[in-house]
């Protein structure tokens, strides 16, 4: 069966760039910025996203552009094929359950975002002017509580539904018409949004001028002013490599989906570096100059880093609203800064899902439409565990797992199989093969050396700090034990799902296939 | 803000808005080539 293609380069990008934008640009850059030494925190940024990020984001799509011509767009068949071992195919079934187990709570924050969408425009939060006051709607509208404002999971439980059905829809009409399309609107409409919002944030000046202090440029300093002293402390260097990880979106097996539909000679190298620019301009421009300036223009910054401290969840659904409220067309703003989100959350979220569906087609021989629909149903139905066990940490202990040590896990194994056991030639050859810009030579040394020792270095240091502490519950509360073991359970049920399915299809002989990239033109 | 704080930030910016340029040039080189 022909292997459909990306329709135009462009289209590729925006795509891309669509599963790198994600909440965390507009959300965690500005809190980690801001929490670790201000300014000071871009120098470890910077070289981070040329010692990890541009090297594990050209690896990865130089590893599905090469398992996409024969035959094998997911991390099973592409291990398989960079190293001729019989275990390497179950190494690849990270690259399943991940995206899987991200996508499951995933869908429920991004339905988050559409229903405030829709209620910014509707006003149906206005008069809820006080922090209490929005925690309270954020906790009527999440099932957590019931109040005047909601009685009930039902608005949430509509806009859930509605948000699966789109990232159905989207998947059901394929990379062309679907997912290419997708980010072909979105994305240029979603910088649109953005640079509006930053427009509007950087005329706000000082919004009340009884309150000299609290003014965006005080909050634009809140994030920059450096603090060089933080530069001697490792969990600076940690946490902007972990910023670039996350922000980037490597690590999920999702970019080696969208590149194994590329072509044989197709470039990888400009492709990589476009996706990292528009990224880096939501992140750094955008994303620094949206919610913690305007948050501190309005609340001051002593009360603004109390805020951040409560995570960046409370920062969008509670405080963005109240400052909305205050602003003349503070509906329309609120629309945008919500839909936004939406829509960078819905481009990540299809790139998310694209894995399993592409497993399935590639290795069992299924059509894509029986591929959406069973994933689809599974994953909908375990979305529903997170959002009625909410309030019981089972969303925490699916992100801390999958979204946040596994893919730097799934990386570092990438790397290795790539640059180590494929060998440093073949991979430098399958990245600047068709490539057009030239590709620096120092990345050789970078991405067999560098990158690597990196990722040891987080992998070792959360293991060190976090993950006992996470594994012994010791954070958790006893009653929401149980519903910790359920989220641990049906990561087990995933991995032990994808294990059996690698297993059929090695036996169908999918993994000794190899087809040319002629026959797949 | 301070001014090693804009100083920061214009040179965050600055390599966001060039890695940007460099990108749409070379997309575009190719489009015409």
């Known amino acids: ?521 | 803000m301070t001014t090693q704080g804009y100083v920061f930030m214009t040179i965050a910016w600055g390599i966001v808005l060039a890695l940007a340029a460099f990108s749409v040039t070379r997309l575009l080189r190719r489009k015409k080539g």
């Not at chain 1, 002593?302 to 995570?311: K, P, S």
Request: aromatic residues 14%; proline residues 4%; positive net charge.
């Open chain 1, 1 to 521: 069966m022909e292997r459909e293609r990306w329709a135009t380069k462009i289209g590729l990008i925006l795509a891309l760039a669509g599963n790198a934008v994600g909440l965390g640009n507009f959300l965690r850059f500005p809190v980690q910025a801001a929490g670790n030494g201000g300014g000071a925190f871009m120098i470890p940024y910077f070289i981070a996203l040329i010692l990890v990020g541009i090297p594990l984001m050209w690896t990865e799509l130089a590893m599905g552009r090469f398992g996409g011509h024969q035959g094998h767009g997911t991390m099973p068949g592409i291990f398989s094929l960079l190293w001729r071992h019989p275990a390497a195919k179950y190494f690849g079934v990270l690259g399943l359950l991940l995206p899987i187990t991200v996508f499951i709570y995933y869908l429920c924050v991004e339905s988050w975002t559409l229903g405030f969408s829709f209620f910014s425009l509707t006003g149906k939060y206005n008069g809820a002017l006080t922090q209490e006051a929005m925690g309270g709607f954020l906790r009527g509208y999440q099932g957590l509580a019931r109040n005047d404002y909601f009685h009930g999971i039902y608005w949430a439980y509509l806009f859930f539904v509605a948000t699966a059905a789109i990232n159905y829809y989207v998947l059901r009409r394929g990379i062309r018409g679907g997912i290419e399309r997708l980010a072909n609107i979105g994305m240029p409409l979603l910088i649109i949004m953005a640079i509006a919002l930053v427009v509007r944030v950087l005329t706000l000046g000082t919004p009340d001028p009884s309150r000299p202090d609290q003014s965006v440029m005080n909050g634009l300093g809140f994030i920059w002013n450096p603090d060089l002293g933080a530069l001697a402390n490792p969990k600076v260097w940690l946490a902007a490599a972990g910023q670039i990880f996350f922000t980037l979106s490597v690590g999920f097996g999702a970019i080696q989906a969208y590149s194994s539909y590329l072509g044989k000679n197709d470039d990888v190298a400009l492709a990589g570096v476009a996706t990292v620019s528009t990224n880096e301009f939501c992140e750094v421009i955008c994303g620094g100059t949206i919610a913690i300036p305007i948050a501190c223009a309005f609340f001051g910054v002593a009360a603004t880093q109390a805020i951040a401290r409560g995570g960046s969840f409370n920062l969008a659904f509670q405080s963005m609203p109240i400052v909305f409220q205050h602003l003349p067309l503070g509906n329309i703003f609120g629309f945008m800064w919500f839909f936004l989100l939406f829509i960078a959350g819905v481009t990540s979220s299809v790139a998310l899902t694209l894995p399993a569906v592409t497993f399935f087609v590639d290795e069992l021989g299924w059509t894509r439409k029986k591929a959406v629909n069973v994933i689809s149903i599974f994953t909908f139905a375990a979305a529903n565990l997170v959002i009625f066990y909410l309030a019981h940490g089972f969303m925490d202990e699916l992100d801390f797992w999958a979204g946040t040590f596994g893919v730097v896990l799934l990386a570092f194994i990438e790397i290795v199989v790539f640059f180590w056991v494929f060998g440093k030639d073949n991979a430098w050859e399958e990245i600047t093969r068709g490539a057009e810009i030239k590709v620096p030579r120092f990345f050789r040394f970078v991405m067999k050396y560098v990158t690597p020792l990196f990722l040891i270095a987080i992998l070792g240091t959360w293991a060190k700090s976090d993950m006992m502490k996470v594994l012994k519950m010791e954070a958790v509360p006893p009653e929401n034990r149980p519903y910790v073991w359920g989220a641990r359970a049906l990561m087990l049920a995933i991995i032990a799902g994808f294990t059996i399915l690698v297993v059929i299809a090695s036996r169908r002989g999918s993994f000794s296939r190899q087809r040319s990239s002629e026959e797949n033109i």
